[in-house]
């Protein structure tokens, strides 16, 4: 139920952005967190402030012309939303799937601004992508549609504006050709226009690991609050792309077997623990299936095409591919099987009945907001060494990145303890990040 004070509000979210399913769920989200802090600090129910929050700043939609290899002319939807820029330059990954559409960007793009408050650092919401889909073509394909959609977004993004990074479907790779092509187009080697580069090109150490480390650090600070950890743990992990891969290396280095993982063509299962070495190959280097290293691994290892990954018994459950991937009923199944905790990897991946059943169950639950914002908090690393053209150790950034989750997990468990929900990181996180981001919001006047 939501609060009355917040219901028209909502209402008029459903009313102004009509058929953005995957929208309404963010907001509601959090909206179902905030009517505690109203009743708290009526304060924040007043000058339409929760509402300018739910609106975002600019919404850029934007035709991405390209040639493919037959000499076709191919056309693409390219957007980027820039939420909300109180805290900072808008700050968010650009993702490339068929399913993108505005809805999908501006529900990113909302979280987006929440988390990047939790992080503590100076970093505003936004997000962005298109209905492109890599697979299947070139590098010079893939090459040309990245300069094609950066030739329009170029104009609209810059180091103190708005910072895009990678996310589903866009990786160093792509991130390469986009930052050459706003080089080319600006004649400025502006370093931190962009986050996720290549470590010779301006990239930071452990940005590429940075959302699995993170949200495996994430984790495991909720399991010690019940004196538990990852050592000789089960744990399934759902995708196989970069958050899934280095949630499953920094399990395995704390001692944590990965029995499973999947991508959208199916999930392999190995009861001895997964060969990250070369999944790692498989995924990463040949750009290949979780079929293909089934093949490469031959006995011992079961592919299941389809099929739920959430099947698979398990202690601990990490959600990293997309959004509402895992259901009520895979949370049903979940805790029936024993599961202690969840950590999302990817954003929304749980759907709300999914996350009322873990709560329900008193299974640990960490939200993405909160367990997946070692990316963009290690994204913001990045442009502090753009800004010094400095360049730290991977010892030394790894670091700053453990105590930022520390901090977050921290900051979200005393603020449900504060709102009298101990242990209920949603509220938590939802919380502690709209306060930052409402109480700037409010200095800043009405703009
Ligand atoms: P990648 O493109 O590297 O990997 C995505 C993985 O998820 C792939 O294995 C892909 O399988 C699978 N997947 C994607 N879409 C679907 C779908 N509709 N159905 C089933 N499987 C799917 O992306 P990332 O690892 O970067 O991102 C994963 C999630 O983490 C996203 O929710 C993203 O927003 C979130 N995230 C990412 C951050 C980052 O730093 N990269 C930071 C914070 C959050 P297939 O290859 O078959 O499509």
Redesign the pocket.
Known sequence: MLDEKLEPIYADVLRRNPGEDEFHQAVREVLDSLGAVIAKHPIYAEGALIERLCEPERQIIFRVPWVDDQNRVQINRGFRVQFNSALGPYKG?I?F?P?VLLGTIKF?GFEQTF?NALTGMPIGGGKGGSDFDP?GRSENEIMRFCQSFMTELGRHIGEHTDVP???????QRELGYMFGQYKRITNRYESGVLT?KGLNWGGSRV?TE???YGAVYFVDCMLRTRGQSFDGKRVVV????????YTMQKVASLGGRIIA?????GYIVEENGIDLELLKEV?ERRRG??SDYAKLRGSGVIFKPNGRVWDVPADIAMP????N?LTGQDARTLVKNGVIAVGE?????CTPEAVRAFLDAKVLFGP?KAA?????AT?ALEMQQNASRDSWSFETTEKRLSEIMHGIHDRCAQTADEYGAPGNYVLGANIAGFMRVAEAVRALGVI
């Open positions: 990954g993702r799937h399913s990113l988390k697979k990074a990678g996310d589903i479907g866009v990786g996720g940005r940075a959302t699995g759902s995708g196989a792309g970069n958050v899934a891969i993982c999947s991508d959208s063509e995924k299936r979780v990293s591919a997309t959004q991937e990897g990817a954003n929304m991946p993405g997946n914002a070692g990316g963009v994204s």
